[in-house]
């Protein structure tokens, strides 16, 4: 009984977060309009993330959520906000740029909250990180409409890393802890949501920049793991 009552619980949050995003969606189509293509990425990335969470849940030794990833689920319903805003193409700059702002903003909450409350777990790191790679490469799309295609590359090197461990044994291995891996990260977003906004002058050069800086982040941690890859 105690194991189909656990079993109960890590499932049943992920859905409750994925039924608040479907209910988000709907006050987007109240308020600004949503589209066909606005609603089924939006439903999708509900789907995608409820369906990742609850087998990542009932994986971990934990077996809940705990209180920085209801931080991170809070973030990740503005990130499938602003998925469902780009995908319907919609004008609404302003609302968009809110919600990547205030979604970035909670990144800064959620560490606190693991720390403070000692419950940080390698499940809500991974989570927290899928968070963010995932609303780069929404706004990597939004603005590269604007800038051009080469802008993608900010939202697709993370995952371009990750298809090349499957491959490189060598990329598979544990990086140490960086602030400046953090502080180049952050930049991404902040960049891509101030370009989104429509206010610098010349926002090419400054996603230009942030560019180059991710560039030299993921480049200096494929040379760690390349030379500190254990010799089979």
């Known amino acids: 009984m105690t194991t189909l009552q656990h ?33 089924l990425a939006g439903i999708a990335y509900a789907m995608a993330t409820q369906a990742l969470l609850s087998g990542a849940v009932q994986r971990s030794a934990r077996g809940v959520l705990g209180p920085a990833d209801r931080v991170t689920s809070a973030r990740g319903l503005l990130v499938g906000a602003v998925t469902a805003l780009v995908a319907d193409g919609s004008r609404e700059t302003a609302l968009l740029v809110a919600l990547a702002a205030v979604a970035l903003a909670l990144d800064f909450v959620d560490g606190q909250v693991a720390r403070r409350t000692g419950t940080a777990s390698a499940l809500g790191a991974r989570f927290d990180m899928e968070v963010d790679a995932f609303l780069i490469l929404v706004l990597s799309v939004h603005v590269a409409l604007s800038l051009g295609p080469w802008v993608l590359v900010m939202g697709a090197l993370r995952y371009a890393f990750v298809v090349a461990s499957w491959v490189l044994a060598r990329l598979r291995g544990a990086l140490p802890p960086s602030y400046a891996r953090k502080v180049v990260a952050a930049v991404q977003g902040i960049a891509l949501v101030v370009a989104a906004s429509g206010l610098p002058p010349h926002p090419s050069v400054l996603v230009g920049l942030a560019l180059v800086s991710l560039v030299w982040s993921f480049g200096r941690d494929v040379e760690w793991l390349w030379r500190n890859a254990p010799v089979s």
């Open 7 to 39: 079993s109960a619980a890590t499932t049943t949050e992920p859905s409750a977060w994925a039924g608040l995003q479907v209910i988000l969606l709907g006050v987007l189509e109240g308020t600004v309009g949503l589209g066909t293509a606005g609603w």
